[in-house]
């Protein structure tokens, strides 16, 4: 399944979030996270990087997902996050 993976990781959708509800402050900061996650495949939520998006009418239940393994929610600093990233897509 591994090999699999590795063979389609171009073709990897990818889910990203950001703090929506809790402020834009760090609009910016997804923008490079997203920018950078773009090589490993999709990213199907880009549009949490735009500054002009609010809070109105969107859900904060992404904690709960959290499987793991498939689904992981982390908390890092902006420091941490080529590594975070490289250490997740490694294991795939």
Not at 53 to 64: D, K, Y
Not at 65 to 87: P, T
């Amino acid at each position: 399944m591994r090999q699999l993976l590795r063979q389609y990781r171009g073709d990897m959708k990818v889910y990203f979030c950001g703090s929506i509800r809790g402020g834009r402050d760090d609009a910016a900061v997804y923008r490079r996270i997203v920018e950078k996650l773009k090589g490993y495949g999709t990213v199907l939520t880009e549009h949490v990087t735009c500054a002009e998006l609010t809070c109105t009418g969107l859900s904060a239940m992404i904690r709960g997902a959290d499987d793991g393994e498939r689904f992981l929610v982390r908390d890092y600093s902006e420091q941490e996050v080529e590594s975070v990233l490289a250490e997740f897509f490694s294991k795939i």
